[in-house]
């Protein structure tokens, strides 16, 4: 089994709104990922935990916070966003994070702020 | 740096027919993977096939083949007896040890089938 979960699947939020998106694994998995894709482009790597551990930071602006509760959930916390940051986020998990392992994907959550 | 360059933004192919879609890519290392995702209008990024730097046979999954060329640096993904339901976008990726846990993807092929 490869499925990856996420909720909700649409999220409609305003600027000043605080709201989360979650991501589930029972692959055993120990790495996840979050990804964020803009209309007509690939994805683009936000966040890598590996282990539970917060390994990659892509820059991504503090509206954004990802949270690791345990090896099987990925959230990530939305505050304060603009309208620009509207776009479909991807979580993803692979058995680890080295670079043959493949990454399976969620179905996402289409994201629009108003 | 990592590069993957998709070149076709677009391809048709009649129903039952074979289509490849061409993916070029750039590393200075060794060791690397190589994935197809198909990403359908519905947004879920669906794994497709892997091929490993030092696999020696080309990746077969189904209906799907990756034509690997080391020396190209290409890793072109064959579909043969397209349906329907391959209309979708295509991304090639990669993830190398420089890069170390970032996949980077192409701009991917939208690819259309015809009845």
């Known amino acids: 089994d490869t499925e990856v979960t996420q909720t909700p699947k649409h999220l409609v939020m305003g600027m000043t709104n605080k709201k989360s998106l979650k991501c589930e694994q029972h692959?055993?998995?120990?790495?996840m990922y979050w990804y964020k894709q803009k209309a007509k482009k690939p994805p683009e790597l936000m966040f890598v935990y590996s282990y539970e551990k917060l390994s990659i930071n892509e820059s991504v602006p503090s509206r954004f916070s990802p949270e690791c509760p345990n090896s099987s959930l990925l959230n990530l916390h939305l505050h304060a966003l603009q309208p620009e940051d509207s776009a479909l986020y991807l979580c993803?998990?692979?058995?680890?994070?080295?670079?043959?392992?493949?990454?399976?994907f969620g179905p996402g959550t289409r994201l629009t702020v108003l | 740096a990592q590069k993957i360059t998709q070149t076709q933004p677009g391809m048709f192919v009649q129903e039952k027919e074979a289509v490849t879609l061409d993916c070029t890519y750039d590393?200075?290392?060794?060791?690397?993977?190589l994935f197809w995702y198909k990403q359908p209008s519905s947004g879920e990024m669906i794994f497709l096939i892997y091929?490993?730097?030092?696999?020696?046979q080309n990746a077969t999954e189904g209906r799907y083949s990756l034509n690997f060329q080391k020396a190209r640096k290409s890793a072109n993904l064959v579909i043969s007896a397209s349906q329907l339901g391959d209309s979708a976008m295509y991304f090639c990726a990669m993830r190398d040890i420089t890069g170390f846990q970032k996949l980077v993807f192409g701009t991917g092929t939208r690819l259309l089938v015809s009845p």
């Open positions: 590393t200075s290392d060794q060791s690397y993977g």
């Open positions: 692959m055993g998995h120990r790495a």
């Open positions: 091929q490993g730097s030092y696999d020696e």
């Open positions: 993803a998990s692979s058995q680890t994070s080295g670079s043959t392992d493949t990454q399976y």
